[in-house]
């Protein structure tokens, strides 16, 4: 019973380039969440979807962020015209409900941005 | 608003040494608390919860205990191997869908 996949592990890309992050939640798993870590600080959370559609996005960045969980393929998270303070782990979790009883993380995707 | 202050590290111990890492929260409502692990270069694991007052949640040896009064949930374990190094964060769930984590505190345990 695969994880939560994320890929890819590691990205690099120049100041203004676009950042695409994946993210397949587990399977039987229909939520989805998008968490930042910055170094030296914990965990920020940025967007909640389910299927098809943004529950919660409060956390993200109003400009240059979007996200989607489509009905098939993973949830992307795309960032455009990078900058570096969007150097980052990001993760994604997944959970079977509204993630009352917790979530299970991926691995997560470090980007850097020179 | 909500969040969540951890002791920080890092948290040195030796082998079979008792162990504390003290959280403490602030949230609106009666939130549910919650311990991540993360191992070097993985993804957070979710190691207890705790979803009331006076509920401990354990697992794998470490134990905390949700205190409403203190507004707390420190992490312990009695005996601490070397396997147990690694980034420990606290974490809560009030209203609303998302999680307010600590900054992690950082466990080394040497032989």
């Known amino acids: 019973n695969a994880g939560v996949m994320q890929n890819p592990r590691h990205l690099v890309r120049r100041r203004g380039q676009e950042a695409r992050l994946r993210c397949s939640p587990m399977k039987g798993h229909s939520h989805v969440y998008w968490y930042r870590q910055l170094p030296e600080e914990g965990l920020k959370f940025m967007v909640y979807?389910?299927?098809?559609?943004?529950?919660?996005e409060s956390g993200m960045p109003k400009e240059r962020f979007s996200a989607e969980f489509p009905k098939e393929g993973p949830s992307i998270l795309r960032i455009q015209q990078v900058v570096r303070g969007d150097s980052a782990a990001y993760f994604c979790a997944s959970s079977p409900n509204d993630g009352r009883d917790g979530y299970t993380f991926g691995s997560g995707t470090r980007l850097t941005v020179v | 608003g909500d969040s969540v202050t951890q002791m920080e590290g890092p948290v040195t111990l030796s082998e079979e040494a008792f162990l504390t890492i003290n959280c403490t929260y602030t949230?609106?409502?009666?939130?549910?608390l919650f311990w991540y692990v993360q191992y070097p270069g993985e993804g957070l694991q979710l190691l207890l919860k705790a979803t009331k007052a006076d509920d401990k949640g354990s697992n794998k040896g470490f134990e905390a205990t949700y205190r409403k009064e203190t507004t707390s949930f420190h992490l312990e374990k009695g005996s601490v191997q070397v396997s147990d190094s690694a980034v420990y964060f606290c974490?809560?769930?009030?209203?609303?869908?998302?999680?307010?984590f600590g900054t992690g505190t950082s466990l080394t345990v040497i032989p």
């Open positions: 979807l389910q299927k098809e559609n943004i529950i919660d």
């Open positions: 949230a609106t409502g009666y939130p549910s």
């Open positions: 974490a809560l769930r009030s209203t609303g869908n998302q999680f307010y």
